[in-house]
């Protein structure tokens, strides 16, 4: 940290921050999970429908869950995860962003349990009271996830309802 002054004209801060480019694609050791592992088996082989508007929030669902093997499939709205439900039947879990733009997580709940009365749905929400949680459960989802997400608790979750 430095700065350069003049009196009369003001001063100007100047400050470094050190920066460590990561590497694209890659992910640390925690964030992959091991299948393998007792506690995980009940993931192995199962297909994760992931709905959410944000393609960060999709991208980062998609990083923690599917590169470990979990098969998944992504959609960007309401109306996209209800027609995945409806051509494909073999979705086990579905992840349910609550607010998007063309149908909300709610409405494409339903929509899907009219098609699907058993999948397991987890709504995932940056709606982080107790409250949320329990009208979310109450009102039929499986689970509840709150942004920001962390990764123990998306896997504690995921594998808790599967």
């Known amino acids: 940290m430095w700065l350069k002054s003049e009196p009369g ?4 801060f100047y400050f470094k921050i050190p920066y460590v ?7 640390p050791a925690d964030t992959v999970i091991d299948l393998d592992d007792e506690k995980y088996s009940a993931l192995k082989n199962k297909n994760i429908l992931i709905v959410d508007d944000n393609a960060t929030v999709l991208k980062l669902l998609t990083a ?3 590169k470990s093997g979990l098969k ?11 027609e995945i ?9 579905i992840l349910m962003d609550i607010q998007m733009p063309d149908m909300d997580g709610i409405t494409a709940m339903n929509l899907i ?4 009365p058993s999948i397991k749905i987890i709504a995932q929400t940056a709606n982080a009271f107790e409250e949320d949680k329990n009208k979310y459960i109450h009102i039929g989802f499986n689970g509840y ?18």
């Open 72 to 82: 998944c499939i992504e959609a960007t709205s309401g109306k996209m995860a209800l």
């Open 85 to 93: 439900i409806k051509n494909n039947q073999k979705i086990d879990l």
């Open 21 to 27: 480019k990561a590497e694209p694609n890659r992910l």
């Open 113 to 116: 349990r009219e098609i699907h």
């Open 64 to 66: 923690i869950l599917c």
């Open 145 to 162: 996830i709150s942004k920001p997400f962390k990764r123990n608790e998306i896997i504690k979750t995921v594998t808790s309802i599967i």
């Open 9 to 12: 004209s003001g001063t100007t």
